[in-house]
Nanobody, 125 residues
Framework: QVQVVESGGGSVQPGGSLRLSCAAK????????MGWYRQPPGKQRELVAVITDGGSTNYAPAVKGRFTISRDNGENTIHLLMNSLKPEDTAVYYC???????????????????WGQGTQVTVSS
């Protein structure tokens, strides 16, 4: 069973930066796609970014150009560098391992993946 462990997050002023990390442990094989979702207060969960084991990436329009998802070579470990943060980026951020192609946002579905516990990101002055 895959265990997903996140780190990072916290509070930052608008315009600041934060870096999230996520490790998927317990898989003997390379996980094809991993990514980050977020759930703002009172809103639905939304997909933020996805990266495949080949390095292909997808971003939600709201974060494209500000966020960068990366993956350690040969590892099931990903990072999300968040720059130029805005108050509307405030949310609980969840890492997910083993996204599949589907009908969710950006053409993925989390229905068969393993989730992390979530980490709070707060952007406020």
């Amino acid at each position: 069973q895959v265990q997903v462990v996140e780190s990072g997050g916290g509070s930052v002023q608008p315009g600041g930066s934060l870096r999230l990390s996520c490790a998927a442990k317990g898989s003997r094989f390379s996980i094809y796609a991993m990514g980050w979702y977020r759930q703002p207060p009172g809103k639905q969960r939304e997909l933020v970014a996805v990266i495949t084991d080949g390095g292909s990436t997808n971003y939600a329009p709201a974060v494209k150009g500000r966020f960068t998802i990366s993956r350690d070579n040969g590892e099931n470990t990903i990072h999300l560098l968040m720059n130029s943060l805005k108050p509307e980026d405030t949310a609980v951020y969840y890492c997910i391992a083993d996204l599949k192609w589907g009908s969710d946002a950006l053409g993925w579905t989390p229905d068969f993946g393993s989730w992390g516990q979530g980490t709070q990101v707060t952007v406020s002055s």
